[in-house]
């Protein structure tokens, strides 16, 4: 049984692809009862990468885990008035769909709430409905493009370059989560239900100007929205004698620590504090690349241990299901199914009494 500190919690959930999805395998960790709806058809993503079964493809099988399965056909009078008998003991109803076809089929925030006035109802939208975009569609490629991803990869690359992530589906998914518990929050001290809106390029908009927002916030601007470090065309892993490190050798207490202990013959006036070194931080980064090559991997990371300055080698993620430290956390949970076990990158959280748990594979609902 599921005891998170969700438990108790049933999610009605009618989302597709990852965004939503991933949202609500989050709650589901944490212990909510989360009833997937599916069309007949299934969700796309069931058929997007490889699984031991047809239907249940990898990236499916991970960020529907823990839900109960049910298939309903909206477009039916039986299917929705199955869909409206969920909802009257929902605490939440989420769903991805464009709001003229949810509200087409029945279930806009009106016509949900007059069933179950204290529901949280969480729409996942690619483009908020206040903005002339709202009824366009809505990938993870178009919405990297859109706020600005490509474009700070063509500054590092000279090649405008979508992250090898779906970070916008998932930096999404994150912020629906947030959202929609933030308003069981609130309905928890209340007693009120409510509507939340989270949008994918909104999101994403936000999520970028958290740095690159930089001159451009100031009236009248003071430079470009970009955040000069990140779009340094030398800040990538340093190549060593052998192989590569990252190593963030950057503020004051870190950088003085490796003048100290290396002693690089460039090292100059001009790199006496970190406000002077981000004057011009792409040729600091292109020195230090060039002091990099003279020692092993395996030796700057002795070094820059016994200095505490930050620093990895670089990894595959077929190496994260063996890192020492990941299997030491306990992140990953193996878990018995129809299709033989299954390795889940679980719960990223710790909780000293209502920790969440990785409860097994998408399972038929009731």
Same mark, same amino acid.
């Given at each position: +049984?599921? !005891?998170?500190?969700?438990?108790?919690?049933?999610?009605?959930?009618?989302?597709?692809?990852? %965004?939503?999805?991933?949202?609500?395998?989050?709650?589901?960790?944490?212990?909510?009862?989360?009833?997937?709806?599916?069309?007949?058809?299934?969700?796309?993503?069931?058929?997007? !990468?490889?699984?031991?079964?047809?239907?249940?493809?990898?990236?499916?099988?991970?960020?529907?885990?823990?839900?109960?399965?049910?298939?309903?056909?909206?477009?039916?009078?039986?299917?929705?008035?199955? +869909?409206?008998?969920?909802?009257?003991?929902?605490?939440?109803?989420?769903? !991805?769909?464009?709001?003229?076809?949810?509200?087409?089929?029945? *279930?806009?925030?009106?016509? @949900?709430?007059?069933?179950?006035? =204290?529901?949280?109802?969480?729409?996942?939208?690619?483009?908020?409905?206040?903005?002339?975009?709202?009824?366009?569609?809505?990938?993870?490629?178009?919405?990297?493009?859109?706020?600005?991803?490509?474009?700070?990869?063509?500054?590092? #690359?000279? &090649?405008?370059?979508?992250?090898?992530?779906?970070?916008?589906?998932?930096?999404?998914?994150?912020? /629906?989560?947030?959202? #929609?518990?933030?308003?069981?929050?609130?309905?928890?001290? #209340?007693? &009120?239900?409510?509507?939340?809106?989270? /949008?994918?390029?909104?999101? %994403?908009?936000?999520?970028?100007? @958290?740095?690159?927002?930089?001159?451009? %916030?100031?009236?009248?601007?003071?430079?470009?929205?970009?955040?000069?470090?990140?779009?340094?065309?030398?800040?990538?892993?340093?190549? #060593?004698?052998?192989? *590569?490190? $990252?190593?963030?050798?950057?503020?004051?207490?870190?950088?003085? $620590?490796? @003048?100290? =202990?290396?002693?690089?013959?460039?090292?100059? &006036? !001009?790199?006496?504090?970190?406000?002077?070194?981000?004057?011009?931080?792409?040729? @600091?980064?292109?020195?230090? =690349?060039?002091?990099?090559?003279?020692?092993?991997?395996?030796?700057?990371?002795?070094? *820059?241990?016994?200095?505490?300055?930050?620093?990895?080698?670089?990894?595959?993620?077929?190496?994260?299901?063996?890192?020492?430290?990941?299997?030491?956390?306990?992140?990953?949970?193996?878990?018995?199914?129809?299709?033989?076990?299954?390795?889940?990158?679980?719960?990223?959280?710790?909780?000293?009494?209502?920790?969440?748990?990785?409860?097994?594979?998408?399972?038929?609902?009731?």
């Amino acid at each position: +049984m599921a !005891s998170g500190p969700l438990n108790g919690i049933r999610v009605v959930d009618l989302t597709a692809m990852v %965004m939503g999805p991933y949202c609500t395998q989050i709650m589901a960790d944490m212990g909510a009862d989360v009833i997937k709806i599916e069309p007949p058809q299934g969700d796309n993503t069931r058929y997007i !990468s490889v699984g031991p079964a047809p239907g249940m493809s990898g990236v499916f099988v991970n960020v529907n885990r823990g839900k109960r399965s049910v298939v309903i056909d909206l477009r039916t009078d039986a299917g929705k008035a199955a +869909m409206r008998t969920l909802i009257e003991g929902a605490d939440v109803f989420i769903h !991805s769909m464009r709001s003229k076809a949810i509200a087409k089929l029945g *279930f806009s925030y009106q016509d @949900v709430a007059a069933i179950n006035p =204290a529901i949280v109802y969480t729409n996942c939208y690619g483009y908020g409905r206040r903005g002339p975009k709202r009824d366009r569609p809505a990938y993870d490629d178009t919405i990297q493009a859109e706020c600005g991803i490509p474009f700070v990869q063509q500054q590092l #690359t000279g &090649e405008a370059d979508f992250v090898g992530t779906i970070i916008a589906d998932k930096v999404a998914g994150l912020t /629906a989560v947030y959202a #929609t518990t933030m308003a069981l929050f609130h309905r928890e001290r #209340t007693g &009120e239900g409510q509507e939340v809106e989270v /949008a994918m390029f909104e999101t %994403m908009a936000a999520f970028m100007l @958290v740095e690159h927002a930089n001159g451009a %916030m100031f009236d009248p601007p003071l430079g470009p929205a970009v955040y000069p470090r990140t779009v340094a065309p030398n800040r990538r892993p340093y190549r #060593t004698s052998d192989g *590569f490190i $990252a190593a963030l050798i950057y503020n004051d207490k870190h950088w003085n $620590a490796f @003048v100290n =202990a290396v002693k690089p013959a460039w090292v100059n &006036e !001009s790199h006496a504090t970190l406000e002077m070194r981000s004057r011009d931080i792409d040729s @600091v980064y292109g020195l230090l =690349a060039e002091t990099m090559k003279e020692r092993t991997t395996a030796e700057w990371l002795a070094l *820059f241990d016994e200095l505490e300055i930050p620093a990895a080698p670089l990894n595959s993620p077929d190496a994260l299901f063996d890192d020492p430290h990941l299997s030491a956390a306990g992140l990953f949970q193996t878990v018995d199914t129809p299709h033989g076990p299954v390795r889940f990158p679980g719960v990223p959280t710790w909780f000293s009494r209502t920790p969440g748990a990785v409860t097994g594979p998408l399972r038929p609902g009731r």
